[in-house]
């Protein structure tokens, strides 16, 4: 999860400066438009009318059982076909279809994140309206909206967009989706799981992050806090551990990796339209709404990492300058070592940062003659992750190697 060296660090190694916020990822928070999200909604919602393909219809309810089911499904892969996605849906019964969209990464492509919601609604019935705006028509929104954002950045590893079917009668398309990729060995090293992000009754802005001590989540909800101060969003936000199992996330924790919900503060103050016809994007805040995909959005291109296209790549050691610096093991579960080749007697510090650009270790820094020179890393003190050790010199210049530290 290492941010770029470049983009990291400025300044000389006697006075190491890390910017309070990284330019892409400020960017992508900064064109975040609630204007489309809302859109979105009152489109899946059927406060509005879409046309997918033989003239308008009514999108009334998505309820599983309910023919709007499918055409939200239809819809859906209309809007990310019409961002130049490749739509896949994926089919796990008679009925149920995820909605996935892969936009594979430039350096790791075989290392998989998730942004999800889930598309399908309560109450069920073919007597009832089932616009479920709130909960998920606003996180399916986040999703549609991040994809739009997105597209055309290049990201080290590879993003999946996932929209999931049958949440509410027991999570089973993520389950499904889950459990498959368990099967084949994916490397799944994060999902952020939206469900109901726009409803805030009382104004006190408060929301939740849901993780648990499974695999990375507990780093993954670190890195939505880092997100929160870093770009200053304006959302009061509670970590609840152990996080609790009602929605998609909680089905990559069963299938072993680390997952988070973003999700409004639906106990102290649920939304009282909760899977009623109700549900209705009048009664969002939209501030709050617009702040919580902020942050949700933000968390995933942190975790999925801008690729720096002037950044190559060498060997099997997995430098990102490929000169200079390599370690070994790597990936490694206690210890690494590292070696920093000195090119004359200079001064160098060498950090072990996080994702986020802060300093977990300091390695070293010291005057060093001519030649290569080891550092002892202690991956026991940090959790399970990928980091960048990153070895700073005083005419300016930096190399850095990725080091990912396994469960």
């Not at 160098?348 to 977990?360: I, K, T």
Request: proline share 5%; with cysteine.
């Amino acid at each position: 999860m290492p941010l770029r060296p470049a983009l990291l660090l400025t300044g000389s190694i006697l006075s190491l400066s890390l910017p309070a916020q990284h330019a892409v990822i400020e960017g992508i928070i900064n064109a975040v438009s609630i204007d489309s999200m809302i859109t979105y909604v009152e489109q899946m919602s059927g406060e509005v009318p879409v046309d997918l393909g033989d003239g308008p219809v009514t999108i009334t309810s998505r309820h599983s059982n309910h023919a709007g089911n499918a055409l939200a499904q239809q819809y859906y892969e209309q809007k990310f076909a019409a961002l130049g996605y490749t739509t896949e849906a994926q089919a796990f019964n008679a009925t149920g279809r995820n909605v996935l969209v892969t936009k594979a990464g430039m350096l790791y492509p075989d290392e998989i994140v998730i942004l999800c919601a889930h598309y399908d609604a309560m109450p069920a019935g073919t007597l009832y309206n089932a616009p479920a705006a709130d909960d998920d028509g606003s996180g399916c929104a986040a999703v549609l909206e991040a994809a739009r954002i997105l597209r055309d950045i290049p990201f080290e590893r590879t993003i999946v967009f996932a929209l999931w079917d049958q949440e509410e009668q027991g999570k089973i398309g993520s389950i499904y989706y889950a459990n498959t990729m368990a099967a084949n060995d994916a490397d799944i090293v994060g999902v952020v799981n939206m469900d109901a992000i726009a409803y805030d009754g009382n104004g006190d802005r408060k929301a939740r992050v849901h993780a648990r001590q499974v695999a990375n989540s507990m780093a993954i909800a670190d890195t939505v806090f880092a997100i929160l101060d870093r770009y200053a969003i304006d959302i009061d936000l509670l970590r609840t551990t152990p996080g609790e199992v009602y929605s998609d996330h909680a089905s990559f924790w069963s299938a072993g990796y680390g997952a988070v919900l973003m999700i409004e503060e639906f106990t102290g103050d649920g939304n009282p339209y909760y899977h009623t016809p109700n549900d209705r994007v009048q009664h969002f805040d939209v501030p709050y709404f617009e702040k919580m995909a902020k942050l949700s959005i933000g968390s995933l291109a942190a975790l999925a990492v801008p690729h720096d296209p002037g950044t190559a790549v060498g060997g099997t050691a997995g430098a990102l300058s490929g000169t200079g610096i390599y370690a070994f093991p790597n990936p490694a579960e206690i210890s690494s070592r590292v070696w920093v080749e000195a090119q004359r007697a200079e001064r160098v510090r060498v950090e072990l940062l996080n994702a986020m650009g802060q300093r977990m270790q300091l390695l070293g820094d010291a005057v060093l003659p001519s030649g290569r020179h080891a550092f002892d890393v202690d991956l026991g003190t940090v959790a399970p992750g990928t980091y960048v050790v990153v070895a700073s010199r005083s005419d300016g210049s930096s190399t850095a190697v990725r080091l990912v530290r396994l469960p």
